[in-house]
């Protein structure tokens, strides 16, 4: 007698933990786990499913983690390229500030929308305004995320709405909190945060760190985004960005540490030392803040998670800034010292995949394909001409396929997009809304 499952995936290959091609397997799903993984023969033998999904000429792959991303910046694509520096000050801020919960919502269910279509099935959201649409969307949205609000106490460019001092912050996020962690079957995290150095005083940095310990979750910030971070601190404190931070107690294993780019090499070791989650955003920090880093990362054996810092200035696409950080990092560190190596393909999947997942504090739980972990897997199609055949499938992946080849999305074992068509978001719905939404936001906003 066949044993009665959830789902099957049938007759794909597949990315294994080693980042190896697989083909002609079958993974086999039941509620939210994944149960098994074989040959197409020995699964078609054993078990039954309620569902399959057919993959043939098709890759089944982790979900991506986009670990770094600001859901409510959605309504500021193509605004702030060609800015001059300091566009969060001038541009980002005042914008969000602005927004009221029916824009946030609009914003959010448009950001869900992209990123399952991309491929993405976690997110660390840095904080916004309104953060409770947020959660709710995501909620709906069948996604997984760790949620915050923005925090910020000090600054004289940050418009008074978004200030509050270290005990109302901890008291938003404590209420989103009560309301939410744990919701949609325990895919929603509620995290704290710091914006950055700037715009933190010593006792707010000290309350935030101090809750995240308290509630025993995430603590999610902007550190060493760009050089003015690090001129701050030097005339403030007379220490580096990383260095504040450890002073008063935010370094750890359960920070997420955004950007980390103008990193001097102590900073690196304090980072190691204290076991913090990097998270690199190629396409914002190429185009305004400059090159991480990143072998040192990886000599150290670091966690490197990849996220696209919403989009304000890109897209949403993980894959886009795969190819982004290889082809900067390949000029920057690696052409000067004839090193093609500096940062191979299968180092750049991982980031998207295990070491999004290591960022999030889930790397038992999801980032790789492997039996006992949550169901939270893409299919692409690999079979069109931009792809197939390929020598290294790999390699191809990562310089080749885009987000309009993931064809299908599993979260927390239930299908959230097949064949393109997303279940559980209204796309016409909200590409409609989005649209006829677009201009009084910028006009409310100054911009």
């Known amino acids: 007698m066949k044993t009665p499952v959830s789902l099957i995936v049938k007759n794909c290959s597949m990315i294994t933990p080693e980042f190896e091609i697989k083909e002609n397997q079958s993974v086999v799903i039941n509620e939210d786990i994944i149960l098994a993984i074989d040959s197409v023969e020995t699964v078609e033998a054993k078990y039954e499913a309620k569902e399959t999904l057919y993959g043939d000429g098709k890759l089944l792959m982790p979900g991506l983690v986009d670990a770094h991303t600001h859901i409510c910046q959605q309504f500021l694509r193509g605004r702030t390229a060609d800015e001059y520096p300091m566009v969060w000050a001038r541009i980002l801020v005042p914008f969000e500030s602005s927004l009221n919960e029916e824009d946030v919502s609009t914003s959010a269910q448009l950001s869900c929308l992209e990123m399952i279509k991309s491929g993405t099935t ?228 991982k980031m998207v995949t295990a070491g999004g997942a290591s960022a999030l504090m889930l790397k038992e739980q999801i980032g790789s394909i492997e039996v006992g972990k949550k169901a939270d897997l893409v299919l692409l199609n690999i079979n069109q001409p931009h792809i197939s055949p390929s020598h290294k499938l790999i390699n191809t992946i990562v310089e080749c396929a885009t987000s309009r080849d993931v064809e299908d999305s599993i979260i927390d074992g239930k299908i959230v997009m097949k064949n393109r068509e997303v279940l559980t978001l209204d796309e016409e719905k909200i590409m409609f809304e989005s649209k006829k939404a677009l201009k009084p936001i910028a006009i409310k906003a100054g911009i």
């Open 122 to 349: 976690s997110f660390a959201e840095s904080g916004g305004v309104h953060m409770h649409k947020v959660a709710e969307v995501a909620v709906q949205s069948g996604l997984r995320g760790a949620i915050t609000c923005s925090t910020m106490d000090q600054g004289p460019f940050i418009p008074d709405s978004m200030k509050s001092n270290p005990f109302e912050a901890a008291q938003e996020i404590e209420s989103l909190y009560q309301d939410f962690h744990g919701a949609g079957d325990g895919r929603i995290q509620i995290w704290f945060a710091l914006r950055q150095v700037m715009t933190s005083t010593p006792a707010l940095i000290e309350h935030m760190a101090e809750k995240a310990k308290e509630y025993n979750t995430g603590l999610h910030i902007h550190l060493s985004e760009h050089r003015d971070e690090v001129s701050y601190c030097l005339q403030n404190y007379q220490k580096r960005p990383a260095e504040v931070f450890d002073q008063f107690g935010a370094l750890g294993p359960n920070l997420l540490a955004a950007h980390s780019v103008v990193l001097s090499e102590s900073e690196i070791d304090l980072l190691k030392e204290r076991k913090v989650n990097i998270v690199h955003n190629p396409r914002s920090n190429f185009g305004s803040h400059g090159f991480p880093k990143t072998p040192r990362f990886m000599q150290n054996d670091m966690p490197i998670g990849m996220g696209t810092d919403g989009a304000a200035g890109s897209s949403l696409s993980l894959f886009d800034e795969m190819r982004v950080l290889r082809s900067g990092l390949n000029v920057y560190w690696g052409l000067p010292i004839f090193d093609p190596m500096v940062i191979p393909a299968k180092d750049l999947l």
